[in-house]
């Protein structure tokens, strides 16, 4: 079966640090793959994607993550955290030419 | 632009009752969808649609209805409500870029 890991529940980083989330993914092919972010009460919002090209993408407010098809991960990352980074953040896969498939989740709390 | 709209934030409804969801997007989207979040479990698709007229369903359709008779609106129904339907509901519409747009979210408890 299709599927999208977040090992991490919760990662907690103190303000001016780096952080990473992570995000393993199993699906065939050559998926593509999304990171959004949701504060409390609201939607999700997008913050980057990766289709093709440099493993390295750049998104929303400073976060980027890198794809690595060898370990199928695709880690946000931000190299400062801030405070108000802190959030529920959800990797998403798709898969060539079906929908889009969520992970659990990871709450982010970065501290003064 | 407002993007994507829903109503109500919040519903209480008892054991067998019905309601609606709205969701509305102004982007001119053709690709809508309606998920449901609850604690730890990420996101499930109930339901979604490529276009007027054209609904499919998700990964947890039991207990839903939807149609889509305009590109812009894209209603959830529920009838005769169980607990287990207890959750919060997003609403999202997809650009040609693949990027999804969500609602706020209606919270409903079903007791």
């Known amino acids: 079966a299709q599927s999208v890991a977040q090992p991490e529940d919760q990662v907690n980083v103190a303000e001016g640090n780096p952080l990473t989330v992570k995000c393993t993914y199993s699906v065939s092919g050559n998926p593509y793959l999304f990171w959004y972010v949701q504060y409390p009460n609201r939607g999700l919002q997008f913050l980057l994607k990766?289709?093709?090209?440099?493993?390295l993408v750049k998104g929303s407010y400073g976060f980027e993550a890198e794809f690595n098809k060898s370990q199928t991960s695709f880690h946000l990352k931000k190299p400062s955290a801030l405070v108000s980074d802190s959030a529920l953040y959800f990797c998403a896969v798709r898969p060539w030419g079906d929908k889009l498939i969520f992970g659990t989740g990871t709450r982010l709390q970065v501290f003064p | 632009n407002a993007g994507v709209t829903q109503t109500p934030k919040f519903r209480i409804l008892k054991i067998g009752q019905s309601m609606t969801l709205q969701c509305t997007q102004d982007?001119?989207?053709?690709?809508m969808y309606w998920y449901r979040q609850d604690p730890g479990m990420g996101l499930k698709l109930i339901y979604y649609?490529?276009?007027?007229?054209?609904?499919d369903k998700g990964e947890v359709p039991n207990g839903y209805n939807v149609s889509r008779s305009t590109t812009e609106d894209f209603p959830l129904r529920l009838e005769l409500a169980a607990p287990s339907q207890t959750s919060v509901y997003f609403c999202?519409?997809?650009?040609?870029?693949?990027?999804?747009?969500f609602g706020p979210g209606t919270r409903l408890t079903v007791t």
């Open positions: 649609s490529v276009g007027a007229g054209i609904t």
């Open positions: 982007m001119n989207h053709n690709y």
């Open positions: 999202a519409s997809e650009s040609e870029a693949d990027e999804q747009y």
């Open positions: 990766y289709i093709t090209g440099d493993n």
